[in-house]
């Protein structure tokens, strides 16, 4: 049976908040949780890790104080028999794929955000992904979170939509 992986960035929670039922859904049945920075606070945090599944982040630009101390930079993480690597900016989007394979050369995947625009990249067996922001669209066309489904070493990433 495959492993789910919710993936999420750039939630931005200054204060309480909210997030669509389709992504608190994702977040309640998958095995683990992906953040790939902008939380902001240590309360929005907390409130992510309540959710039961094991959550890894990584710090982003508007992150508190606190979360920087807390979460690291980067992140490999094995899923199976796969290897995803986390960043909050994978840089600009000219050659994003090629820099982020060559920061991250043991990884299959790297889950990245800050930009707010879902993506989803492939070559040669090397994926790049961001799920776009649950909570600010911004110049993107929806508010998005992600899925991986990890079978092994295969990991097949899709946007949902909310």
């Given at each position: 049976?495959?492993?789910?992986?919710?993936?999420?960035?750039?939630?931005?929670a200054r204060g309480p908040f909210e997030l669509p039922s389709a992504a608190t859904s994702l977040?309640?049945?998958?095995?683990?949780?992906?953040?790939?920075?902008?939380i902001a606070t240590e309360e929005a945090l907390g409130w992510l890790e309540r959710f039961g599944?094991?959550?890894?982040?990584?710090?982003?630009?508007?992150?508190?104080?606190a979360l920087l101390e807390r979460?690291?930079?980067t992140l490999e993480l094995r899923v199976?028999?796969?290897?995803?690597?986390?960043?909050?900016d994978g840089g600009p989007a000219g050659g994003r794929l090629e820099r982020l394979r060559a920061r991250?050369?043991?990884?299959?995947a790297v889950v990245f955000g800050h930009s707010h625009m879902p993506l989803h990249e492939e070559a040669e067996g090397f994926q790049i992904f961001?799920?776009?922001s649950p909570t600010q669209r911004r110049r993107a066309p929806w508010r998005s979170v992600g899925r991986a489904s990890v079978?092994?070493?295969?990991?097949?990433?899709?946007?949902?939509r909310l």
């Open positions: 049976m495959a492993t789910t992986v919710a993936v999420l960035a750039d939630t931005h977040l309640r049945s998958a095995d683990l949780i992906v953040h790939a920075g902008d599944p094991p959550l890894r982040a990584v710090q982003g630009n508007v992150d508190s104080p979460l690291p930079e199976e028999d796969a290897v995803i690597g986390v960043v909050h991250f050369p043991d990884a299959d961001n799920p776009g079978d092994g070493a295969r990991i097949r990433f899709e946007h949902l």
